[in-house]
């Protein structure tokens, strides 16, 4: 069964972006499972300013993958891959996962995220915790919210002082 995976980086405070949006503290000197990861997905959701951050760092790094952009600006022109979306979250990620009918990426943006983790959409979090203390920025997880058991699936620890954590949802009985 197709699910929603947040893959993200984020510091050890929870930090998902530094002050003013900055990601430069992410690691980047090695694959850290990333690759693996793509092969397994489907498909990108992302947030329309994640989206045109992607751009301005060089553009789609995962031709092959579609990505769907959530954005309210209707006017926005799709180009070869990318599809911008918008309407009710639930039936549009419901929607995803049956047609392309293999997991979807929840990419970011912060707002995308928190609105996912809120509605229950997400299905396991793929989370590799930096060893920084950003102090600030975008935390990962909202301040209020409501209690989510997940369980550990998998964790791997890099020389580098990268963890990766992988936790899926506990569904209720």
């Not at 893959?7 to 090695?30: H, M, N, R």
């Not at 995308?112 to 959409?121: K, M, N, S, T, V």
């Amino acid at each position: 069964m197709a699910k929603v995976v947040l893959g993200v980086a984020v510091s050890l405070d929870g930090y998902i972006e530094g002050p003013g949006g900055a990601i430069d503290w992410c690691f980047t000197d090695q694959d850290y499972g990333m690759a693996s990861f793509i092969d397994d997905i489907g498909g990108i959701v992302m947030g329309r300013k994640s989206f045109e951050q992607m751009m301005q760092l060089g553009g789609n790094p995962w031709p092959d993958k579609p990505i769907y952009v959530f954005s309210r600006n209707a006017s926005l022109e799709p180009a070869k891959g990318i599809h911008f979306v918008s309407g009710d979250l639930v039936s549009v990620i419901r929607e995803l996962l049956r047609t392309i009918n293999r997991n979807l990426w929840l990419f970011g943006g912060g707002d995308l995220i928190a609105q996912c983790i809120e509605l229950d959409l997400v299905d396991r979090y793929w989370l590799s915790v930096h060893p920084i203390l950003l102090g600030g920025g975008m935390k990962l997880f909202p301040a209020e919210g409501h209690p989510r058991a997940l369980t550990l699936t998998d964790q791997k620890a890099y020389s580098s002082g990268l963890v990766s954590l992988t936790y899926s949802r506990v569904h209720e009985k």
